[in-house]
């Protein structure tokens, strides 16, 4: 009895060896193989895992040193850099646009162009809007004349 235990003992961890090289195991399961592998009698056809699987046990229970800075102290790093590049950049923007609304000439006196010419004297500028509307006046009698010329029958 004790010899069928054991061969299903080393079938089922024949199966996790396979299912961990393959990457489906748990950590449950990982531990179990660690575990295995401490132990002093062990098959001879799975010797050859031991040395591995003695080694991840081994790194498995070392404390693991502190290489570098927590996540949050990135983090917390990246959104103050972030913070001081938009409130720079926002200054600088002020500034700009300040700068262009002080030094910026802008017309104090509306203008009309005539024929390519600036004018800003409303009564000249009444009298030329006057004849332009003068120069495309049609007259009434002249365009009845044009109908009367036509032959049309009806």
Known sequence: MNNKRKYIDNQKIALLIENYF?????????AQLRHYFQQAQISDN???YKPLFVALSDLHEMPQPITCLPET???NRFTSRLKIMSIASG???ALI???FALFHES???NYVMIDGQKYTDKTLIMHNFEQSLDNV???MNDMLSEFQTLDIEP
Do not use: N, V, Y
């Open 107 to 109: 017309p104090t006196a």
């Open 91 to 93: 200054f600088a923007a």
């Open 46 to 48: 799975l010797l050859i």
């Open 73 to 75: 102290a990135k983090k």
């Open 137 to 139: 006046k049609i007259d």
């Open 97 to 99: 646009i300040g700068f």
């Open 22 to 30: 393959e990457g489906l195991t748990t950590t449950a399961e990982e």
